[in-house]
């Protein structure tokens, strides 16, 4: 995607972009251990796990499985707001939430970690957000980046 060699990339991948502990704890060996300098939070438009936050807060249907629970538990205080008073999900709402989960996992990983937040106010580490677009490849940078 950008252009990247093996080795050249330390990737954490979990649905949803979520900010979970072991996902946490693999940003920071990353940083911390192989000097990272840059983490980039990156959700996609049609994310199923998104889709189904935005389900269980408009219509109440969870998951079956406690561990996509889980996932999806942790993607709804990021897309609360959003969906309040909405009993429809389209597109745009999908993508208005998957925007501000993005957003959340970023600062929480600025935030809520002693590791990144230090090396972040050091200047040693960047943390942004970003969104891929399946359909067409392009990657959108958010907040000015």
């Known amino acids: 995607m950008f252009d990247c060699g093996l080795g050249e990339l330390f990737v954490v991948r979990v649905a949803g972009n979520i900010a979970a502990p072991s996902i946490i704890g693999s940003v920071e060996f ?3 251990t192989f000097g990272t300098q840059l983490v980039v939070v990156m959700g996609h438009t049609q994310c199923g796990a998104v ?3 935005l389900q269980m ?3 109440g249907s969870a998951p079956e499985s406690q561990n996509v629970r889980d996932v999806v538990e942790r993607t709804i205080p990021a897309i609360t707001e959003l969906v309040a008073g909405k009993d429809q999900v389209d597109d745009a709402l999908t993508l208005s939430a998957t925007r501000a989960n993005v957003r959340a996992t970023s600062s929480h990983l600025r935030h809520g ?3 990144l937040e230090q090396l ?3 200047g040693r580490l960047r943390v942004v957000g970003a969104c891929y677009e399946l359909e067409t ?3 959108e940078f958010l907040d000015g980046v």
């Open 57 to 59: 807060v408009t219509r």
């Open 120 to 122: 972040t106010d050091e």
């Open 113 to 115: 970690s002693r590791v």
């Open 137 to 139: 490849g392009r990657v």
């Open 30 to 32: 990353a940083a911390s």
């Open 51 to 53: 889709k189904a936050a």
